[in-house]
């Protein structure tokens, strides 16, 4: 009876990806033959549909790669390159990772901070609160080169100014989130607390901070993969020489729609690797305080 529940749960996600796959080589098939097809006729040779079909998952520089061509890809930059070569996706990778964790950090802290105090103080919360919407209405691409510009001419370079345009994007969530948990304590709960006298910082550790933890965990979820697309944009402003977003434009430089295809799919396996790490930090914290979700 379990072996058929698994097999029932596995079976739309396999039927979605075998779906997926199936469009994916159709569009190839589509785009790259009409590139094949152009290609030929400006050479004025001759040309047939089976030999366009045949020929359509092979061409060097296709306008879409077919699955097994980002497969291999993939295999060639990940499994048969050393780490430490600039031609290796896990050596990109571990280059964004390291800004996105920074910035992830100090977008977390920055925002738990201004939650506390637009909490706290109904001035903060009149003052900040538009500001921080406002702030995320600015393109990210926009916004990018002025941070980079601006703190190379502080001599600040590096890996910080990537992780400040991540923090950039990854704050919000957090704020949000933790506004919402710190007010969700329950008002009997808060009214107890006022009984027995208790302190603001009291009331904060022992209710407001309790009830804010759920929420606090799924606005990191969201925030840790802003943060990951802030790391892989804020590569392409500042010309860096690694990371997957260098490793996106040279790839569009040159032409080399499958090296492009190998690193989304890369920033999409790590993005997904690091919401399973927050969600595991999750599932301990709200084991070890006994399952509950909500204080």
Not at 154 to 176: E, H
Not at 191 to 207: D, G, H, I, P, V
Not at 242 to 258: A, D
Not at 265 to 274: E, K, P, R
Request: charged letters at 10%; zero cysteines; glycine letters at 6%.
């Amino acid at each position: 009876m379990k072996n058929l529940n698994i097999g029932a749960s596995w079976l739309p996600l396999a039927s979605m990806i075998l779906a997926i796959i199936s469009i994916w080589y159709l569009a190839a098939l589509i785009m790259n033959g009409n590139q094949l097809i152009n290609q030929l006729e400006r050479k004025k040779q001759q040309w047939s549909y089976s030999q366009v079909a045949s020929e359509a998952y092979q061409v060097k520089r296709p306008m879409l790669p077919a699955p097994h061509q980002v497969a291999l890809e993939l295999k060639k930059s990940v499994f048969d390159t050393s780490v430490s070569s600039k031609r290796s996706l896990v050596h990109h990778s571990l280059i964004t990772l390291n800004s996105t964790m920074l910035g992830f950090f100090l977008g977390s802290v920055v925002g738990i901070v201004i939650a506390i105090g637009i909490v706290h103080n109904k001035t903060l919360e009149a003052s900040l609160m538009p500001w921080i919407i406002a702030s995320q209405t600015i393109p990210i691409l926009a916004i990018a080169p002025i941070i980079v510009v601006v703190l190379g001419a502080l001599n600040i370079t590096g890996v910080l100014p990537k992780a400040v345009i991540s923090m950039y994007l990854s704050f919000f969530p957090v704020t949000i989130g933790m506004v919402k948990g710190l007010r969700a304590s329950d008002t009997l709960h808060v009214e107890l607390m006022r009984t027995y006298n208790a302190s603001a910082l009291q009331t904060f550790w022992k209710l407001r901070w309790y009830s804010a933890q759920p929420y606090l965990f799924a606005s990191l979820k969201v925030a840790i993969a802003a943060a990951l697309v802030g790391a892989i944009v804020a590569e392409l402003p500042t010309g860096a020489q690694g990371g997957l977003g260098s490793r996106l434009l040279s790839g569009s430089y040159y032409g080399q729609t499958q090296q492009i295809w190998a690193a989304l799919i890369m920033a999409a396996l790590l993005g997904s690797l690091l919401v399973w790490i927050v969600n595991l930090a999750e599932t301990a914290l709200l084991k070890r305080r006994g399952g509950l979700s909500n204080a």
